[in-house]
């Protein structure tokens, strides 16, 4: 009996064990107004630095990117650089507990535009707010007069978070009607066509 005891309280330990190895992976968010060019991810118990993660590309402010260690570990070092050179870290970061780490302001980046100076003819170049309580994964946004959608605004692996802003930028002088279309992370798609952007600084979708 006292061996099966034991069995048993093994069995359960390494049960208990299993699912912590797998939950440390993490959203890193930028926060900031800055972007981040590279990221770098360690254990907190080695003193080298892992290799740079951001393999499809910089992260952008107000953007997101998931981070799939390749270790188990639950304290890691998290080190940053901006596109500026300068750097920036957190140490000893227990991510098993955590879904998201951030850099900056701890509240979803949204940039106040700036004050408006002379109004530029014909410019059809807007910021676009996520004003939903979900996340969007994929923007897509083209003149009404082209054929097509173009390529995904946020890029590979990114999405833009509730209350988060992105620039858009269109062609001058080629007309003031935009085409909108947005993927959520379920899957949905919306549209809204023919929206006059020439003579608004930002569009909020709702």
């Known amino acids: 009996m006292r061996i099966l005891a034991v069995l048993a309280a093994l069995v359960a330990l390494l049960a208990g064990a299993a699912p912590a190895a797998a939950q440390n992976r993490f959203w890193l968010q930028n926060n900031t107004d800055r972007t981040i060019v590279s990221a770098n991810v360690s254990p907190s118990r080695v003193q080298e630095w892992g290799p740079n993660i951001l393999a499809r ?53 949204a940039p106040t535009p700036p004050p408006p100076t002379e109004r530029v003819v014909n410019n059809p170049s807007f910021r676009f707010v996520n004003g939903t309580p979900e996340p969007i ?69 709702r």
Request: charged fraction near 25%; glycine fraction near 10%; aromatic fraction near 10%.
């Open 57 to 109: 590309g910089p992260v952008r402010p107000g953007m997101q990117v998931w981070v799939e260690p390749t270790f188990p570990d639950c304290y890691l070092d998290i080190k940053v650089r901006f596109a500026d050179g300068s750097e920036d870290g957190h140490l000893g970061v227990h991510a098993c507990t955590l879904s998201r780490i951030t850099f900056g302001r701890d509240v979803p980046f």
């Open 137 to 205: 994964r994929e923007i897509y946004v083209s003149l009404s007069s082209e054929r097509s959608w173009g390529s995904d605004r946020l890029g590979p692996r990114q999405i833009l978070p509730p209350g988060a802003s992105m620039p858009i930028g269109l062609p001058r002088g080629e007309g003031c009607t935009s085409d909108l279309r947005i993927v959520f992370m379920d899957g949905r798609v919306l549209e809204r066509r023919n929206v006059e952007t020439c003579n608004i600084r930002e569009f909020v979708w």
